[in-house]
């Protein structure tokens, strides 16, 4: 097993399967995590994607888990927007997701949470370096008792029900005629997106809606457009309104036109923070958008128009969450004097922390529908009318994971 490519990120661990990441693995990662988990509370909600790996990681997750005592509350195959959503309405302290997001499907990987939903740099950090300390046969000098069961609940309804409350789903029925493709890629997008859509009015289609008989995905994992030229042909020949497609945890939506063209990732979360900001002009709070370096100077353009700000933080999930609960937390900066949005450009996943303090595809979809209903225009025409911003993406490979070099027990950061 090659544990040098095993690969610690700011938001938990990833790596091949068979190669860098297996069940023991895995459960090594699930006992460091937990040994960390300060709160009384010993609750853990844990959830996974469609990979096929994923039963057996969550099966060693659970085990390592219980042994050192938590309650494990399992969601099974569960978007990750919506595995977040449950952790916290729920207040429960621990959560592992157990995810590669969009990367190909050889891989798999943990996702690990805290009481604010992230961790910070120098939790992961601790993680790491308990994972590396944890040997073979050091379980039994931390085992607990362990909880009769694992649990579970319904995360689905609670989801839609508080989702409408931010949408009025019976206003947009009355007015909704759309016909709108999904493509969940086989991933977990099909849960939920579709009823909650076909509750807004929506006429809906479904295509590579499962895995392949031989447990390959029906696409591309990542929703971008090498791997969505067959949903744009179908929305383009079959004349459909919109295509939505997702990755295999549905925290990132890519869309898809009437016209058949595949816009760039961050085409959809600029027509929501414009929809957002103007119909916030005249509320009297000031609008706030919070996004990453990587993000195009297009939102700087709406921000100016709408009279809000816009904050950039470091690239990661986790800083754009970090920064809008602080913000609205912070004395002065009550949810009344300021409304809050966020996103992440580079990859399109929209941020609504009111209602969801993490990217969330799903609920984006919801926005859009919202945006497309209400303006009574097409989305070509809407995507028209933003800035006019490019963006060129470049992956540079290292020959060697140089970033766990950095973590040590004594360093609070990176």
Known sequence: MEKENLIFTLSGARGIIGKSFNAKIAKKIAIAYGLRLKSEDKRVIIGKDTRPSGKQIEEAVIEGLRELGFQVISLGICPTPIIIHAKNKHNIPGGIIITASHNPQEWNGLKLLSGNSFLSEFEIGQIANNFYKIEANSYSLIKKKQPEHVKTLDPFSDYIHDLFNFIDFKAIKKKNNLNVIIDPGGGTGKYATPKILERMGCNIKLINENLLINGSFPRGIEPIEPNLRDLAMEVWQSKYDLGLAFD???????????????????????????????????????????????????????????????????????????????????????????????????????????????????????????????????????????????????????????????????????
Do not use: W
Request: a neutral charge.
């Open 248 to 414: 295999a945890d549905a925290d990132r939506l890519a869309l898809i036109g009437e016209d058949g063209v595949c816009y760039q990732e961050d085409i959809g979360l600029a027509l929501i923070t414009k929809y957002y900001l103007k119909n916030n002009m005249n509320s009297g709070r000031k609008g706030v958008f919070v996004t990453n370096l990587a993000s195009s100077l297009r939102f700087e353009v709406i921000a100016e128009k709408y009279n809000a700000q816009v904050i950039r933080t470091p690239i990661g999930e986790r800083f754009l969450a970090e920064k809008m609960k602080n913000l609205i937390e912070e004395k002065g900066l009550e949810r009344e004097e300021y409304f809050i949005l966020g996103g992440e450009g580079l990859c399109g996943g929209f941020m609504f922390p009111y209602f969801n303090n993490t990217r969330d595809g799903i609920f984006a979809a919801a926005r859009i529908i919202e945006i497309l209903v209400q303006k009574e225009e097409r989305l070509s025409d809407l995507v028209g009318d933003l800035p006019k911003f490019y963006s060129h993406r470049e992956k540079i490979s290292i020959k060697k994971n140089i970033v766990i070099k950095l973590y040590s027990p004594d360093k609070k950061s990176l």
